[in-house]
């Protein structure tokens, strides 16, 4: 399979840079790797998963050997995006194994915590099947990380909702209560001339008032079923509406099936657990 890799917004060459230079130190040294292993050994070695898994994140793992044993030789076994059973190899590579050594726990940290996204995003997906509602992720991202844990929620089956801060405006709550009325908040938006408008609502009453003002998008916030339903009908296909607010894996179906657009989960890029992906080397 082809290792190519290209994210908009994602530098890789400076990624892998930056976080090979965090585990090596000010001296760039492995010292373990540099008393234990030969300079001229080679090792063998398979990436596989524990458990059932959906994957993200193996070109960025085959970049962190490359980049320190341009030499390496490496197989992606399944691509990202793809749910494997317990006990799937995932990647095999043959290189230095000083290098091997060296690059492991950055590699496998970001294979982990990507396809753990991924893994929990596909279980949300699974859930809304046949609802027509759509998974959004949010905001709720580790700094530095967002380009690359949106993208693990992409191959999970999610849809992004905004990017930053720059794509979309959002008023919420404290939006509101500074500009002084959620009308007031939303006139302002549409004079700057902002197209993408979305608006928090957290009770019916404040539905009218946002879309005369000239929301795009409203967000149903902390609402439980039957006042989604009821908000839903009352909006009438006016503009997409998003469910959102404490969303769980054993709520989200009955969630979705008020018939909202979408439904957003922070938990996705906040709590997903780890997959628990392993590599073990074995002499050439």
């Known amino acids: 399979m082809s290792e190519a890799f290209t994210l908009e917004g994602f530098d890789l060459d400076a990624f892998v840079a930056a ?3 965090e585990d090596l130190g000010p001296d760039a040294r492995d ?3 540099e008393a234990v292993i030969p300079a001229s050994a080679i090792f063998e070695g398979v990436m596989d998963s524990r458990d059932a898994v959906t ?3 193996l070109p960025i793992a085959a970049a962190f050997f490359r980049a320190l044993d341009p030499d390496v030789e490496i197989e992606l076994l399944v691509r990202d995006g793809d749910r494997v ?3 799937t190899d995932i990647l095999r590579m043959k290189g230095k194994a000083r290098a091997m050594l060296t ?6 940290n970001t294979v982990q915590h990507l396809s753990g996204i991924a893994t929990m995003t596909r279980a949300y997906v699974d859930a809304i099947l046949g609802t027509g509602a759509t998974l959004l992720d949010t905001r709720k991202t580790i700094p530095g990380l967002r380009v690359l844990e949106k993208y693990a929620t992409r191959m999970g089956g999610a849809t992004n909702h905004r990017m930053g801060l720059w794509d979309a405006a959002m008023i919420k709550d404290n939006h509101v209560a500074v500009a002084g009325s959620i009308d007031a908040a939303v006139r302002r938006a549409v004079e700057a001339g902002i197209a993408r408008i979305i608006v928090e609502v957290d009770r019916i009453d404040q539905i009218e008032p946002a879309l005369d003002a000239g929301a795009t998008h409203l967000l149903l916030d902390n609402m439980k079923p ?3 339903r009821g908000a839903v009908t009352l909006i009438g296909g006016r503009v997409p509406t998003e469910a959102s607010g404490g969303v769980r894996l054993d709520t989200i179906h009955a969630i ?3 018939g909202v657009t979408y439904v957003s ?3 996705l890029t906040q709590s997903a657990p780890a997959a628990d992906i392993g590599l073990d080397f074995a002499s050439a």
């Open 103 to 108: 690059a492991e726990r950055s590699a496998l």
């Open 256 to 258: 979705a099936e008020t």
């Open 19 to 21: 976080t090979l230079a």
């Open 265 to 267: 989960v922070g938990r």
């Open 226 to 228: 039957p006042t989604l």
């Open 85 to 87: 059973a317990a006990g």
């Open 55 to 57: 994957v993200a994140g």
């Open 31 to 33: 010292v373990t790797s």
